[in-house]
């Protein structure tokens, strides 16, 4: 099985890179590309679950710091 944890952290890399995309240069983004790229070949290649990774990354975007370190201690 799939490291949970591993699978959350893929998420919280992909939702800033995902922001930093959106605010970035023109001339930035090709890097930022990059990087989202490498995330998404990671979950191909390793085969996770990608609904639970979708759900990782809103999961994310509502947490406080406090339920972010909370729920890393949840995981496998």
Avoid at 54 to 71: C, D, R, S, V, W
């Amino acid at each position: 099985m799939k490291s949970d944890k591993e699978l959350f952290k893929l998420a919280r890399l992909y939702v800033g890179l995902n922001d930093e995309f959106e605010k970035a240069y023109d001339y930035e983004r090709d890097e930022i590309k990059e990087g989202l790229e490498g995330i998404r070949n990671t979950l191909l290649t390793k085969g996770y679950d990608v609904d639970k990774f979708a759900y990782f990354q809103q999961l994310y975007k509502t947490m406080t710091i406090g339920e972010y370190f909370e729920f890393i201690k949840t995981l496998e």
